[in-house]
Nanobody
Framework: QVQLVESGGGVVQAGGSLRLSCAASGNIFSISTASWFRQAPGNVRHLVAT??????NYADSVKGRFTISRDNAKNTVYLQMNSLKPEDTAVYYCNLDIVAQAMGPQYGYWGQGTQVTVSS
């Protein structure tokens, strides 16, 4: 069993910063790909950032402002969000591809979501 717990969301003024965390626990051998998505009310869930094999990829709307990172020892993935804008307001979800044992298959897991609200 694997569980993901997100934290770090909240209300911040435009121009401010937040750091989201996604901590994985349970039967984990390794985390291959880590991603953050967001979903605003009435919208579909969009990919924000991905970290895989040391490479990062960002949505154009967050490039230069958001940074995805990970701490392998803690099985935790982060999303540092700077220069926040009202349009960044959404529920943010982490998604981790986790391998439970060496040479085993990987499965994708979702966090519970954390609300980020940016006021103007």
């Amino acid at each position: 069993q694997v569980q993901l717990v997100e934290s770090g969301g909240g209300v911040v003024q435009a121009g401010g910063s937040l750091r989201l965390s996604c901590a994985a626990s349970g039967n984990i051998f390794s985390i291959s790909t880590a991603s953050w998505f967001r979903q605003a009310p009435g919208n579909v869930r969009h990919l924000v950032a991905t970290l895989s094999s040391g490479y990062t990829n960002y949505a154009d709307s967050v490039k230069g402002r958001f940074t995805i990172s990970r701490d392998n020892a803690k099985n935790t993935v982060y999303l540092q969000m700077n220069s926040l804008k009202p349009e960044d307001t959404a529920v943010y979800y982490c998604n981790l591809d986790i391998v439970a044992q060496a040479m085993g298959p990987q499965y994708g897991y979702w966090g519970q979501g954390t609300q980020v609200t940016v006021s103007s």
